[in-house]
C-alpha cells in the first residue's frame, strides 16, 4: 500500500506539529528553538527537490554511449507561449545483448536535426523493427554548442534497425 503525496503531505504537517508544540512548550533558549525551526525548513525544502528523480520524472544526466530506444517523444518549442522544446526518450543502456537493465527516460534539448530522426525512428518502432542508437563523442554531448543554433546544445545521435537474431526460432 502506497500513500503517495498524501502520504508525504501529512508526515510534513505531523513534523510541523510537532516542532511548533516542543518550540512552544519547551524550556530550551530560543537560538535552539530557531535552529530547529531553520533546519527542518531547511530539509523540507531538500526532500521537495529531491522527490522528482525519486517518481519517474525524466533525468537531465548523460545518457549511456549506447542504448536501445524504447520509446521517444518531442515537446515543440511555443514561441507564444516562452515554452523550450523538450525530447524525452525512453532508454535501457546496453551491456550485453541478452541482459538489459531497467529502462530510464532521458530529456534532451529540442533540436530541428534530432526531433527529425525521431520521427523517422519512432516510425519503425511502430513498425515492431527495434531500435538500437549511440551518442557520437558521448563526452561532448552536453558540452558542445552549435553556433548555428545560437546556444542550443547539439546532440550526435545515431540510431540503427536491431540486427535479426543469429539463431532461428523453435518453432520453425
Known amino acids: 500500500m502506497t500513500l503517495g503525496i498524501t502520504g508525504i503531505i501529512s508526515a510534513y504537517i505531523l513534523l510541523a506539529l510537532l516542532l511548533l508544540s516542543i518550540n512552544l512548550y519547551s524550556k530550551w533558549s530560543w537560538p535552539v528553538k530557531a535552529a530547529t525551526i531553520v533546519i527542518t ?8 527537490y529531491s522527490f522528482p528523480p525519486l517518481l519517474g520524472w525524466p533525468t537531465s544526466e548523460y545518457p ?4 536501445r530506444l524504447i520509446s521517444a517523444h518531442v515537446s515543440q518549442p511555443d514561441k507564444e507561449l516562452g515554452k523550450e522544446g523538450s525530447i524525452y526518450l ?8 541478452t ?3 531497467e529502462p530510464r527516460a532521458y ?4 533540436s530541428n536535426e534530432l526531433h527529425e530522426k525521431i520521427v523517422n525512428v519512432k516510425a519503425k518502432l511502430d513498425k515492431d523493427i527495434a531500435q538500437l542508437g549511440e551518442f557520437k563523442k558521448p563526452d561532448d554531448v552536453f558540452n558542445k554548442v552549435d553556433e548555428q543554433r545560437r546556444g542550443v546544445k547539439s546532440v550526435k545521435i545515431e ?11 523453435k518453432g520453425s
Do not use: C, H
Open 64 to 67: 549511456p554511449a549506447q542504448f
Open 99 to 101: 541482459d538489459l537493465p
Open 159 to 169: 540510431f540503427y534497425d536491431l540486427p535479426d537474431p543469429l539463431f532461428p526460432d
Open 90 to 97: 525512453w532508454l535501457t543502456e546496453i551491456e550485453n545483448m
Open 107 to 110: 530529456k534532451l534539448e529540442y
Open 41 to 48: 525548513s531547511a530539509f523540507y525544502v531538500i526532500s521537495y
